[in-house]
């Protein structure tokens, strides 16, 4: 019998949930990392705007059930999709009040260079959409 190799490992991973754990895991680690980033980046802006906290707030469930999806196949394909699926939807929420606030910034996209620069950061809410889309694909495999 040949050893397997390449996509061939990957399948066989995948089939029996190796690389689902990983990716829980991954998810919860990317939600520590992310969550003190924004909390850090909020907080130099003084949480100017209630929403700031959302984020922040849910970095603690997206831990958890990235953990718990680790441990336990049943957590994997319900708490994990139902928390990432917030996590998606702040981070496309975000992504919208950041472009919002640049825009608000004097000269709006007619200083778009400069605004990009010292506004919010545009894409920066897309990583929060990023480690909610590793927790919704570590359910679905």
């Known amino acids: 019998m040949q050893p397997t190799h390449g996509i061939d490992h990957l399948i066989k991973n995948i089939e029996q949930g190796r690389f689902e754990r990983l990716l829980s895991g991954l998810s919860a680690v990317a939600a520590l990392v992310t969550g003190l980033e924004i909390y850090f980046e909020h907080d130099r802006a003084s949480f100017g705007n209630r929403w700031m906290w959302l984020p922040v707030a849910l970095t603690p469930p997206m831990m958890l059930a990235g953990i718990a999806g680790v441990f336990s196949r049943r957590t994997a394909k319900t708490a994990l999709p139902f928390v990432s699926a917030f996590v998606v939807a702040n981070g496309l929420q975000g992504t919208y009040l950041h472009a919002r606030g640049m825009l608000r910034k ?34 679905i495999l």
Request: glycine share 18%.
């Open 106 to 139: 004097p000269g709006g996209w007619s200083q778009a260079i400069y605004n990009i620069e010292m506004g919010p950061p545009l894409f920066a809410p897309l990583l929060v959409t990023v480690v909610g889309g590793m927790g919704l694909l570590a359910a």
